[in-house]
Each structure stands twice: as structure tokens, then as C-alpha cells.
């Protein structure tokens, strides 16, 4: 009877230890705002007029990367990069004309999924299909969504079959979800969800749906705002805070900030009152650079960057991110090496107790151990971007752009002037080595090599932020 009772005994100890340690398993959530720059986080110091106090709370409860960059200078492959930790363009997806993503790319979302949580996401999707456009979903006739006029898009391209069990997938007004704001499951999803609501209100209460819903279940929750993206709408609650703002564009793209702002302050409230609050992991970030041309820009300001979204310059990847896990890291810290959004999947992974497998063949690092002092120093020995006629190295504190057929820009990071002083005939054997690093990496992209075709837009682009200086 001694030896029933004590392995009665031990069988629940063990149980306890087992129930504890799945318990213990953090929530994560990831939050991709859109064309959201550098300037327009309060924490980042450097405009007056930005109301962010949910972000900047945010962050002083965590890390601030001072030099987070995004994968990509446009959504589509940004996104790509982000969701499968891997340079994007190692599987096409170059820009914002590339996609589906293949169905060979497993997702954060099927990466967590196989370690137990239940995945979800809320809000742009984006890589669903090879067209840029922000179209509604128009219908759903049995397993296929009409995006825009004439593209359609099968059901096996939608979150639900690239690893997130739920989703409440959309940017705008209609929505291919699999459950509704009070978090019912829907039946035989994608159904077309259609709502007149403000779409950051919306996707907001979609988000606390799926937090409510899976409470009791550690969950993973991808997050996607669509803003300040045009098109540029924001009621008065919101634009109330800026109407001293001159530019309608500007006082607009603020407001829209604000709503993302205030989102993720209803969300962290969500989490206290349930309890999950400390054992949560958050990470936010933006998908690229603002853009500012006249008729895409947004409202919001890359300063003190040159360039904007569809360049290589840190104006249109250098990007707001923010880690925060109370229980694991400590709060106000700023960590001044550069990561980037390819470092969120292994981070997630690491956080919820997987091995990062060498067979993913993962371009992104997680960040934990440096975060919590295990390692120093710098995650990556160098970053690497190709964006239709560019290409791109950043490496220690220099940095390089390639424009094709054969234009070179050497920055050093360090010095006040940033990209603001091209020295790559000053320093013709770090233009020469950075160059040759370069395009070995390049080689290994699909199609490989080092950009050949002169694109006009890039041109234009590069004319008016550097040429004429």
C-alpha cells in the first residue's frame, strides 16, 4: 500500500509539474502596424506632435531597438519575411506583384502551431495573392474569394490553411473570418464578414474576441492594422486630439496612429484583467518606411531618415520595434544593434519552448538570450536587402547600396549625417569587400544575382532623396 501511495504521490506530483509547465508557456503576440515611420513613435523623441502613450508605455515595459529594421521596403515581401523568418526574396517574393507565398514556406503560425498554441490572426493578410492591390473580398463562392475585380483567390492561400487556426482576415470592411466580434466560431469558414465600422475599431475588437476566446490556452495572435496605410479615415474621437495640426494629411495619418496607439492600449488592458499580462510576449513593428509621395503618403515622417517605403535607405526600412515580456525581460531597455523583422518567428519560437531546427533554414536569430544578458553583442553580422533595382548590406556601422546597372552608395552608419554623405570613392576597399559579400548572398536569392534592370520608379526615388543633394 506504502508503494500505491507514493507512486499515486509522484504521478501527481508529476502531473503538477507537467500542468505548471504548460501553463507557464507565454502568450505571444505580434502587432504589424502599416507604412508606419520611424518619427511617429513618442518614445523615439523625435517629433512633438505624436500621441502614442499605449506604445511608449509599451516600451519602457520592455526593449526599444534603436536600429529595427524591416526585411523588405514594401508590404508584400515584408510580410513574406516576417511570417516564414526568411529573406523573402530566397522564394520570390521581391515585390508587392510576387505571391502566394508558396505553400512550401511553413509560417509562424503553423511554427507555433506545432507546439501546442492555438494561432490567430486578425486584420491584413497581404500574401495571398500576386496582386498589390487593397481590394475588398467581394464573395466567397464555395472555397474561393473574390479579391478586387478579377483576381481570385482559393481557400488554401488564407490563414486558416497556412497555420493559424482562427482569423478575422481583412484590411477594410469585409472580412474572411473564422469567428465573429463576440468569439463564435463560424460555421464552414471563410465566411464573408462585412462591417461599416471603422476598420481599426474593428480590427481591434476582433483581436480582444480572440484573446477572450482562448484565455485559457496559451495562444499566438498576429495582428496586422492597416494604418496609417491610405486610404486615410479616422473618426472624431480620434481627430479631436490634432486639430491644431495645419495639414490635413498629416492631422489625418496622426489620428490613425492614435487608434493603432490606443488599440494596443485596450489589448495590454484585456490581458491585466485576465491575468496574462506579465506572462505575455508583445512585439510590434512596422512593415516598412512611410511613404511620401504626393498621393500615397500617409501622414507619417520617417525623420530623421533619408527616404521612404521602396527604398533601401533606413527611411523606408529602419522601422519602430518593440519587445516587451515582463516575466522574462527586464523593462526600459534600449538595445542599440541592428535586428530585424526576420529575428520575430525564432524569437516567438524560442519564447514558447522550441528549437529552432537547422533544416528551416531560417535567415532571422533569436533574440532572447540577448535581451536577457545571456550573449552579447550583435544577433547578425550583417543584414541584407534586394528590392527590385536595388540591393542592400548593412555591416558593422557601414552600409551599402547598390542601384542598378552600376551605382554604388557607401554611409557610415555612426556619423551624424548617416546616409546623407555617399562615401564609396573615399573608401573604394570597403565599397569593394561589402559589395563582394553582397552578391554572394545575392546569388543564393531567387532569381539570384545582383539587380540588372533599371527601374524607373527607383530612379526617380533615388534622384529625389540623394542625386540632388
Known sequence: MLIIKRTILCLSIMGQSFFSQAQSKPNVIVVVADDLGWADLGSHGVRTDV????????????????????????????????????????????SNDDGPLPVSELT????MKSLGYVTGLVGKWHVASGSAT???????????????????????????HRGFTEYFCGAMRNYAASFDLNGNDLKDPPVLVNSNEYRIDLQTKAALAFIRKNKENPFFLYLGYFAPHVPLEAPKVYQSSFMEIPDSIRQKGLSMIKSVDEGIGRIRLLLKDLGLAENTLIIF???????LKEGMWDGSLNQPFVGEKGML??????????????????SGLVFKEPVISLDILPTAVAAAGGQIDQSWKIDGKNLLPFLTGEKNGSPHSALFWRFRSQASILSGSWK???????????????????????LAEQYPSVTKRLNERLSRHADQLLPSGLPSKIWAEDEALLNLHFNKR
Open 400 to 422: 551599402l547600396i547598390f542601384s542598378a546597372p552600376n551605382k554604388y552608395y557607401l554611409f557610415d552608419m555612426k556619423t551624424p549625417g548617416g546616409e546623407k554623405e555617399n
Open 313 to 330: 535607405t533606413d527611411g523606408g526600412v529602419r522601422v519602430p520595434f518593440i519587445i516587451s515580456w515582463p516575466d522574462k525581460i527586464k
Open 134 to 160: 487593397h481590394s475588398e473580398f467581394k464573395a466567397i463562392p464555395g472555397n474561393e474569394i473574390l479579391w478586387g475585380d478579377n483576381v481570385r483567390i482559393t481557400d488554401k492561400n488564407l490563414p486558416g
Open 51 to 94: 500621441k502614442t502613450p499605449y506604445l511608449d508605455s509599451l516600451a519602457m515595459s520592455g526593449v526599444q531597438f534603436s536600429s529595427g529594421y524591416a526585411c523588405a521596403p514594401v508590404c508584400v515581401p515584408s510580410r513574406a519575411g516576417l511570417l516564414t523568418g526568411r529573406y523573402p526574396n530566397r522564394f520570390g517574393m521581391e
Open 108 to 111: 509562424i503560425g503553423d511554427r
Open 285 to 291: 513593428t512596422s512593415d516598412n518606411g512611410a511613404p
